[in-house]
Structures are given as C-alpha cells and as structure tokens.
C-alpha cells in the first residue's frame, strides 16, 4: 500500500529526534530509518515509490510536529501577568 507506513513512521521520529540528537546519534537513528525503508522493499512488501511516498510524509510529520512544538510554551503555556496584590 502506498506510501509505506514502516517508513513513515521510521523517518517520521527520526526526524523528530534530530535536533535533539548529537551528530552520532543522528547518524544512527537516520541509519536505521533507511534500514526500515530497505528492509521493507527487500521483503518485496513495498515498491521504491512506496518508500519515497512515506519518506516524504515522514518529513512532513516530523516538520508539523516540529513546529507544533516550538509553537506551544509561546501560545499555550505563556506565563500569565503577575496578578496584582491585594492591599
């Protein structure tokens, strides 16, 4: 079924770790991501335009959550104006 969900979901949280990551581990976790992609068109369950469906839909999540994220501590959790003292 297009796009492959194995790899949306592997690159999807690869991307999503990145920042967070240090540049070794980066290569580890994208490491494993192309690992996931490759494993599931050499089992023949998917196709190579399956694979790069769900690369791309992997990217697009983790961008979404991404900015989601750095969005919320400035529109959700906003610390609220000291309230004044009673007198």
Request: hydrophobic content about 60%; overall charge positive.
């Amino acid at each position: 079924a297009y796009p492959s969900g194995h790899t949306t979901m592997a690159v999807a949280i690869a991307g999503a770790l990145h920042p967070l990551l240090s540049p070794r581990a980066r290569l580890v976790v994208w490491g494993l991501a192309a690992l996931v992609a490759v494993a599931r068109m050499h089992v023949a369950a998917h196709w190579p335009l399956d694979l790069a469906g769900g690369t791309a839909l992997g990217l697009a999540i983790a961008a979404a959550a991404w900015l989601i994220v750095d969005q919320l501590p400035s529109r959700w959790f906003a610390p609220r104006a000291a309230e004044p003292a009673d007198r």
